[in-house]
C-alpha cells in the first residue's frame, strides 16, 4: 500500500508538471496508452472463464468508470493540479473522501459513525494546517 501510495503521488506530481507544457488530455491519453500493455496482461490473466455472470449493471459501470472516472475526470485533475500548484491540490484530494462520505449519507442514507465523524474532523485539520503552516 506504501508503495502504491508512493507511485501514484509521483504519477500526479509528474503528470501536472506535464500538463503545463502538452495539455491534461494528453497526459491522460498517454498514460492510458502506456498503461495498456500491463493492464491488457493482468486483465487476460484473470479473465473469467465465460462473461455469463457478468450483468448489464457491471458493464455499463465499467464503461463509466472508464470514459468518465480515468480520461474526462483526469483531464480536469491534472489541469487543476497544473493551475493550483500540486502541493495545494494535491492536499485538498485528501478530502475529496469525507466529500464522498458526506453524499453517500446525504442521498443514499447511509449510516455515519461517531469514529468516521472524527476521522473525517481530524482529516481536516491537519490539511488545513499543512496549508496554514505552508506560507
Known amino acids: ?20 507544457t502538452i495539455g491534461g488530455w494528453q497526459v491522460i491519453s498517454w498514460a492510458l496508452i ?13 479473465m473469467p472463464a465465460t462473461f455469463a455472470n457478468v450483468g448489464q449493471g457491471a458493464w455499463i459501470g465499467l464503461a463509466y468508470v472508464s470514459t468518465f ?13 497544473a493551475l493550483g500548484g500540486i502541493a495545494i491540490v494535491g492536499q485538498l484530494q485528501l478530502l475529496q473522501p ?3 462520505l458526506a453524499l453517500a449519507a446525504t442521498l443514499l442514507g447511509e449510516s455515519v459513525g461517531w469514529d468516521i465523524l472524527m476521522v473525517s474532523v481530524g ?13
Not at 502506456?34 to 484473470?46: D, E, K, N, V
Open 34 to 46: 502506456l498503461s495498456l500493455p500491463p493492464m491488457g496482461a493482468l486483465a487476460i490473466f484473470t
Open 1 to 20: 500500500m506504501i508503495a502504491a501510495i508512493i507511485v501514484c503521488g509521483l504519477g500526479y506530481a509528474e503528470g501536472a508538471k506535464l500538463s503545463r
Open 123 to 135: 482529516v481536516v485539520l491537519c490539511v488545513a494546517g499543512a496549508r496554514y503552516f505552508s506560507r
Open 98 to 100: 469525507f466529500f464522498g
Open 69 to 81: 472516472a480515468m480520461l474526462i475526470g483526469f483531464v480536469f485533475w491534472y489541469r487543476g493540479l
